[in-house]
């Protein structure tokens, strides 16, 4: 049976098309990584989870992926439009740690999340303080093909010089010189970026010297100078968030074709917001760590399976309803596979059913609903483990593996705290205690010693 051709969604020119390597049967993919001055949330794992589903499609088409991603730890001010002070910079002092202290700090929690939501880890990570000399090197070459300018606070890059600059993002460049509504400063045009920027009067914890000055690297010439170490002038695919469309990714083409005359990547790909209340999650404003959700009772993996209801390229709204339902359809789904038996083998037309659904610009939502329908089909009990665990390659939702339910002490204190209202007579408080306890996603079963026993609902 012929297996269906992947097709991927390239944000360079919209459109859904047929993927094709440069080297047959190897991938070089580049990914955004974090910027390590604080906690990642639920919304930026989204993204890389986003990313993994990808490299676990690619692998089980037979790709050989070599998965870089960078550490951004020094460089990414406050603001996209070159103002501000450094995120690490003002990360340190809100920690009352160095810099480099918070970067290590960060970037270990970090690694620890995707762990937590079986993530598989890059091939290759790269810090962008590891790579001073590669950038300065990339910055020298715009510099001597005439691509920059210097002003008292940096060195920019010169985007009127690049004929189609902003493609990717479609941006109106004459609409923004027309309707400017930021501080300028020194810069030429609106669009015009930082290459490197002087530390000024005030010493900073990470700076180095260059041919311009003593200072630091922009934001998005570490990506392009490390893309370019690791991968090569072109690669297969680039990837981030939809938020890197409009000026990080949208730069990092800019450098790249002012330096070496292409486009670094053939495929361009986003992951789409997380919102919570309607709200976009970001670190500096609304936020809500996967740690939260482990204290409230949840396993991460639920949050995956929550991921997976929706198109990587569609809004997924947070709730914690949501993720209540996601856990008890996820564990649902672990006790109706653990008992089947195992030796089976995997059933060749649901396999190129669920390939059709997944190598469709990675359809989750549709290759879950396949796999419910598995669940209730007539094909074989040990098949139909075989099956599930095939797919399950791609969900990484450890299908697989027997439900250890592990009650937060949370709930357990408040069970205890039920036990005794009942005791003392106090039934409506009790029952008021119940109801926590339900919206936490558990009930208690009470027996007639007046114990209780308490399981997820």
Known sequence: ??????????????????????????VGLYACGPTVYDYAHIGNLRTYLFVDILKRVLQINGYQVNHVMNITDVGHLVSDG?????????????????????????????????????????????RATDHIQEQIYFIQSLEE????????????????????YGKLARLDKHGLEAGIRVD???????????????????KRQMEWSSPWGDGFPGWHIECSAMAEKYLGE????????????????????????????QVQANFWMHGYFLNLNNEKLSKSGVSLRLESLIDQGYEPLAYRYLTLTSHYRSHLSFTWEGLAGAQKALRRLRERITVMPAGGAVDDQLKAEFLA?????LNMPQALALAWKVIDSEIEPANKKATLLYFDQIFGLDLGREEQVTIPTQVQHLAEQRKRMKQQGRYSEADA??????ALGYQVNDSVDQS?????R
């Open 1 to 26: 049976m012929k297996q269906p051709t992947l097709q991927l969604f390239n944000t360079l020119n919209r459109t859904l098309s047929p993927f094709h390597t440069i080297d047959p049967k190897k």
């Open 82 to 126: 070159d103002s501000g002070e450094d995120k690490m910079e003002k990360g340190a002092r809100k920690q009352h740690l160095s810099a480099w202290d918070i970067a290590t700090f960060f970037e270990d929690a970090f690694f620890a999340d995707l762990e937590r939501l079986n993530i598989i880890q890059p091939s290759i990570t790269c």
């Open 145 to 164: 093909k005439g691509y920059t300018y210097q002003t008292s606070d940096g060195l920019y890059f010169d985007t009127e010089k690049l004929f189609d």
């Open 184 to 202: 300028m400063a020194e810069k030429r045009h609106p669009t015009d970026f930082a290459l490197w920027k002087f530390s000024g009067r005030q």
């Open 234 to 261: 072109i690669f297969d695919i680039h990837i981030g968030g939809e938020d890197h469309i409009p000026v990080h990714h949208t730069n990092e083409i800019a450098q790249c074709q002012a330096k070496n005359g």
């Open 357 to 361: 659904r997944i190598n469709r610009d």
């Open 433 to 438: 205690i119940r109801e926590q306890i339900l």
């Open 452 to 456: 209780c026993a308490i399981k997820p």
